[in-house]
């Protein structure tokens, strides 16, 4: 079957056959993002408006596409791939201070457990479909030992959100070398956003979602940190759907998702055919986040910063549904020269100063969910499913007509 690899703009760009080299990936023209088309947020961003603003913070995104039509098993459609975020960047393995949490737990992120009892990240964060984290993890593992890092208790941490509405998930179409692939190819700077990576076959609102990504500068009064986040976005009922406090969801109740097929539908779909579409009866999905700061935060501080993912998400219109894996992780990149086999002294921020770290955190999560939707394009997926893309148009119209419509 004809696989097309696209590896994100940190590396090459893949599309079986065709080879495309970083510089004609360069000539692409850039997507806008929520800000290009006036959508008005609060905070300062960092210059990239993503998690690399974090010095040292690399990200790497191999994205699967190929076939189209009906679900045929182990063929395709393929809509999907790995994210793969690195602390320090990929030619560093050094450990970091980190903590978690999970909003609603109908999900996974493997390796927390050890996050939670010791406090540290030993390795690179990965996002993926939920079928695919045992190859992710296993891989991830494997990369670890060949490139001569210390995993003598390496425990990776691999996230997930469901991707069977669009791919054929039970295919299991990641593969060792594609994980390998997304953590060589780590890089700073700009990160694709929308349908790449782990995001490719994702749903949010009931729109096209993905990956998305956002960040804060703070002021100098405030300790001059940064906060990044980099979200995989496959979460929540159309209904709900808030951007910039605005009811966009309920403003467009149409486009919802649908099967363009004269074929029987599959079993426990929650979209009509395209000729009579209808919203899901229930939300269903889930919410990877990853965040990361270079504040001087221990491990029980930047749990509470795990826990303010939260809020970023309920301003939007999230809910931690009943049936979605809501599941964050935190990151500090201070304190760079300690050590986990021996003494050192390392910086703490002081809890009376924590609270615009706080803030930040809520602000890039809102933000960065929007960029997923406003980066992600229209497609269609397994049995014909079509997904649309949020309109750029419309949103401007409704955010004009609440008078929430900034100039870009």
Not at 71 to 97: C, E, S, W, Y
Not at 305 to 324: D, E, F, P, Q, V
């Amino acid at each position: 079957m004809l696989r097309s690899i696209q590896r994100s703009a940190f590396a090459l760009a893949l599309l079986a056959p065709l080879l495309l080299s970083p510089a004609l990936l360069a000539q692409a023209p850039a997507q806008p993002r929520a800000r290009d088309l006036g959508v008005p947020f609060d905070g300062t961003p960092g210059k990239y408006n993503a998690i690399t603003d974090v010095a040292g913070v690399e990200v790497g995104q191999v994205t699967l596409i190929s076939g189209s039509g009906k679900r045929v098993v182990g063929k395709g459609p393929v809509r999907t791939g790995v994210t793969a975020i690195l602390p320090r960047g990929h030619l560093r393995g050094d450990t970091v201070f980190a903590g978690w949490f999970t909003l609603n737990g109908n999900g996974e992120m493997t390796g927390t457990t050890w996050v939670e009892e010791s406090g540290m990240l030993e390795g690179p964060v990965l996002i993926t479909n939920t079928f695919s984290v045992g190859t992710v993890r296993d891989a991830t593992l494997e990369w670890s030992i060949t490139g001569g890092r210390n995993y003598d208790y390496e425990l990776p941490v691999v996230g997930e959100t469901l991707d069977n509405s669009l791919n054929d998930v039970a295919g299991f179409h990641v593969t060792k070398e594609n994980v390998f692939a997304a953590l060589n190819g780590a890089r700073g700077g700009p990160v694709p956003e929308g349908n790449v990576g782990g995001g490719t076959g994702m749903i949010c609102g009931e729109f096209k979602g993905g990956t998305g990504t956002a960040s804060r500068k703070l002021s100098a009064a405030d300790g001059g940190y940064t906060v990044g986040v980099l979200v995989q976005c496959n979460y929540g009922m159309r209904r709900l759907l808030h951007i910039a406090g605005v009811p966009v969801g309920q403003e467009i109740p149409d486009l919802l998702p649908c099967y363009d097929t004269r074929d029987s539908l599959p079993g426990g779909e929650r979209w009509g055919r395209c000729a009579n579409p209808h919203g899901a009866t229930k939300d269903q999905g889930s919410i990877i986040i990853v965040v990361a700061t270079d504040a001087p935060l221990l491990p029980h501080q930047l749990k509470r910063i795990a826990k303010r993912a939260s809020l970023g998400i309920a301003r939007n219109g999230g809910i931690g549904a009943n049936t979605s894996g809501d599941i964050f992780i935190a990151f500090s990149t201070a304190n760079a020269t300690f050590r986990p086999d021996s003494v050192a002294t390392v910086s703490m921020l002081s809890n009376d100063l924590i609270s615009p770290l706080f803030e930040a955190t809520a602000q890039s999560v809102e933000e960065a969910i929007v960029n997923a939707l406003v980066a992600a394009r229209t497609m269609d997926g397994a049995d014909n499913l079509r997904v649309t893309a949020l309109p750029h148009d419309r949103l401007r119209a409704i955010l004009k007509k609440y008078n929430r419509l900034t100039q870009p």
